[in-house]
């Protein structure tokens, strides 16, 4: 079964932004509680950004301005995550006026007080937020960890992580601390993503895109996984590499990208993702995109790998896919695997979800979320779509979100969809909150809810 939400209010319905580049949590502890966020301005203005709330299992959505930098586009980057026990609702964020990285927190997602600052600092990109829980001595402890391209560190080795083993209760900056991950020489940086994924157990991995050679906007690089047992703090060195000895697996190395190239008014050079198996601290699975053509080639292709010790070696591919943007994995309590993904067609942005119970050793048919013209609407900035998805698991299910050209045609949505704007479906067009006054096409992000 699958819903698809279009999450952009009633109450916004005369609205045409760009809304795009998603981010999801879901309460582990009561999933009909969801924030979503996405590049949204606050609609009456000021110095405080919204996030989307739904306390109804996405069904409905609804705005709360309480997250610190209210821009032009409300934030720049923003992730979110929930305590696994706690309920507490973290973030990080680039602050839309001052771009800094912030972390944030509050005790609840329907609060209207703007969340605590915890983090200020300049020069970092992309913030990405996993949090977890876990009983010490009786007690339920947040652990949340935000993987960031710190442009503060040494000697070009900007991947990194901030950990804190005690979010929900203490005082600024509630223990976090920047962790350098790249540990080996870079081309002056790392790539923008980096990706976590963390076990119930304490297993925590990190994995990020190692900058070689090149000359920019020609970049080689190596995709590499690192990997702390102890939640954290024991600094990410478990996993060396089993040829040159240093900290961190390469899953791949010598892959070519061509960094802010353009396909379907997107910008690309910068999709990575991995996931635990939840059951199984051992089953761990990475995908990234890269130009198999390499300099002279037009491609943007997906590559899905697996290792089944800890990211100590890994599969070939098991998964590839050409011109594919923002992919995301996720595995579900029964070793479920999904991959999100938007693909172009040439004329067309086709977002698609597959969910495998064999790793792809058997076919699998993608399940189309939504597809729509890649020329409308014009693009107003960069990201077009967004830097990336979001793909979550609690239990059993799926919940994920994603941005697209909000045309309200039954034929853009092959698994259907429910608009809270208001919409006019026989002619194609959306109105505005007085149902008459026609409103342009634009991005909105939409929340899915996946349950096999």
């Known amino acids: 079964m699958i819903r698809i939400v279009n999450m952009i209010p009633a109450t916004l319905s005369g609205e045409s932004s760009q809304d795009s580049e998603p981010n ?33 299992g996405g069904n409905t959505w609804s705005l709360r301005t309480v997250v610190p930098g209210n821009g032009s586009f409300g934030t720049s980057d923003i992730t979110v995550g929930f305590g696994t026990t706690s309920g507490v ?30 983090v200020d600092r300049a020069n970092e990109d992309q913030p990405w937020v996993v949090a977890g829980s876990v009983v010490v001595s009786g007690i339920s402890r947040d652990r949340v960890f935000v993987g960031n391209n710190d442009f503060n560190q040494a000697a070009g080795g900007t991947a990194t992580l901030d950990a804190s083993l005690d979010a929900a209760t203490a005082a600024p900056p509630a223990g976090f601390s920047p962790v350098q991950l790249e540990k080996r020489v870079t081309a002056g940086q790392d790539g923008p993503p980096v990706r976590i994924a963390a076990h119930p157990d304490g297993t925590v991995y990190a994995a990020f895109e190692r900058w070689v050679s090149g000359t920019f906007p020609n970049i080689t690089m190596d995709i590499v996984v690192t990997r702390d047992d102890q939640w954290g703090s024991g600094s990410f060195q478990a996993l060396t590499d089993s040829a040159d000895r240093q900290v961190g697996q390469r899953v791949a190395t010598g892959s070519y990208i061509r960094f802010n190239d353009i396909m379907g008014q997107e910008r690309l050079g910068a999709d990575l993702t991995i996931a635990v198996d939840p059951t199984n601290d ?17 491609d943007w292709t997906v590559h899905v790998r697996r290792s089944t010790d800890k990211g100590q ?11 594919v943007k923002n992919p995301s994995l996720a595995v579900n309590s029964s070793g479920s695997v999904g991959l999100l993904y938007q693909q172009f067609t040439g004329a067309r942005w086709v977002t698609q979800l597959e969910v495998t119970t064999t790793g792809w050793a058997s076919a699998v048919t993608p399940l189309v979320l939504h597809t729509a013209p890649s020329t409308t609407p014009a693009r107003s900035f960069l990201p077009y779509l967004g ?8 239990g059993t299910d799926f919940y994920g979100v994603f941005c697209g050209n909000n045309t309200p045609a039954p034929a853009n949505f092959p698994s259907g969809v429910t ?11 959306l109105l505005s909150t007085d149902g008459v006054t026609p409103v342009a096409v634009s991005i909105d992000p939409y929340f899915f809810h996946y349950s096999a």
Do not use: K
């Open 24 to 56: 999801l949590a879901v309460n582990p502890q009561n999933t009909a509680e969801m924030v979503a966020t996405a590049f949204t301005a606050a609609p009456l203005g000021g110095n405080f950004a919204p996030i989307y709330v739904s306390t109804d």
């Open 89 to 118: 609702l973290y973030a990080g964020t680039l602050n839309g006026q001052t771009l800094h990285l912030q972390l944030l927190r509050t005790p609840s997602l329907t609060s209207t007080t703007p969340m605590t600052v915890l």
């Open 282 to 298: 051992r089953a761990v699975w990475v995908a990234w995109c890269d130009r198999v053509g390499g300099l002279l080639g037009t």
């Open 313 to 323: 070696t890994w599969s070939a591919d098991l998964r590839t896919i050409t011109n």
């Open 387 to 394: 830097d990336y998805v979001r793909l979550l698991t609690v």
């Open 419 to 429: 608009y809270q704007r208001n919409a006019d479906w026989t002619t194609g067009t």
